[in-house]
């Protein structure tokens, strides 16, 4: 079996913390998701770091995969007798075995709270699963297909790896960071042993006009000096369409306008809110008769915006 340094994998210490690590992945996950990266090897290293992160956000494997010592990343190792001893109820024979097919087989330690059930029972894999949405799909609720490569156990115990394809509905309002649940969608389980979850962990594509924060979204809207100054209504963009937006006289650079229940759906129902921010900007180029106005303007004004430094 060849040995995988998780940890630099996912480019952390060993003593990482459990937020360091998900931090870590999280990032990693952004930049090497095979549906926007340009990295030749980008949907080698998504599924490389999948792995890792799989293992060491579970305390339990954690610890069983320190207990296997540090080795050179491809060398050649076997686990030691002591560590077959404690976890042998989730590896068997070791030969023909890789790494994800070893950890995988500790999933029957991961997540406890339901029954055990049988005596000798194997409950199936866990797997965890980046997904990567628009937030328009966000805020429509989308379906996504997974080819995931599953492990599996003979009637003798022997790991395999079974390519599945599973379908999952992506409700409305998923958000940055959400961890979705999938019982029974995982590796089957073997002699009476329940079979896998899988866990998908959202994640949002950059838009071009809107920030999400949460279910609130934030975006600039440029407007005039006149319309700051006087008064105007403008039209803006929402995901349902879009609607006239108010900005009162006397409005601000960088004041924030708010339009609620323009966001993006909760799970209570109802939406978060559309915030927009202010930005005032000047014509590229100004005609003969802005430029006049301008400096007519500039004339009988007597208001002096820097009086406050003098």
């Keep these: 079996m060849k040995y995988k340094d998780y940890y630099a994998i996912l480019g952390v210490e060993r003593a990482a913390t459990s937020g360091e690590i998900k931090n870590a992945y999280r990032k990693l996950a952004r930049k090497y998701h095979p549906d926007v990266s340009k990295e030749a090897n980008a949907e080698a290293r ?3 770091m999948a792995e890792a992160y799989a293992t060491l956000k579970d305390p339990e494997k954690r ?5 296997l010592g540090r080795h050179g990343p491809g060398e050649e ?9 404690q976890f042998g109820d989730a590896a068997g024979a ?4 890789d790494f994800a097919d070893l950890f995988g087989g500790l999933a029957g330690h991961a997540r406890q709270g339901g029954p055990r059930g049988p005596r000798g029972a194997r409950r199936g894999q866990d797997y965890e699963v980046a997904v990567l949405i628009t937030v328009e799909e966000s805020f429509n609720g989308t379906e996504v297909s997974l080819d995931l490569t599953t492990t599996e156990f003979d009637e003798h115990g022997v790991p395999r790896r079974v390519p599945r394809s599973v379908k999952a509905r992506i409700p409305k309002g998923a958000t940055e960071g959400q961890v979705l649940r ?3 969608q ?8 329940r079979d ?3 866990y998908l962990h959202i994640s949002l594509r950059p838009h071009r006009v809107y920030r999400v924060a949460g279910h609130d979204l934030f975006l600039d809207l440029p407007v005039t000096p006149w319309e700051a100054a006087l008064g105007a209504n403008v039209e803006i963009p929402t995901l349902a369409g879009a609607v006239n937006l108010k900005v009162p006289a006397g409005t601000r650079g960088g004041q924030q306008l708010r339009l609620a229940g323009r966001g993006l759906p909760t799970p209570q129902g109802g939406a978060g809110d559309l915030h927009a921010i202010i930005q005032i900007v000047l014509p590229p180029e100004l005609t003969e008769r802005e ?11 007597r208001w002096n915006p820097r009086r406050r430094l003098e």
Excluded: I
Excluded at 186 to 193: E, F, I, N, R, V
């Design 182 to 184: 999938l019982p029974g």
């Design 77 to 85: 190792f076997r686990p030691p007798p002591e560590w077959s001893t």
């Design 94 to 97: 070791f030969d023909g075995m």
């Design 63 to 67: 610890s069983a995969y320190d207990q």
């Design 46 to 48: 998504f599924k490389e």
């Design 186 to 193: 995982g590796g089957k389980g073997s002699q009476g042993g």
């Design 291 to 301: 430029r006049a106005l301008l400096q007519e303007l500039a004339a009988a004004s």
């Design 196 to 198: 896998g979850d899988v």
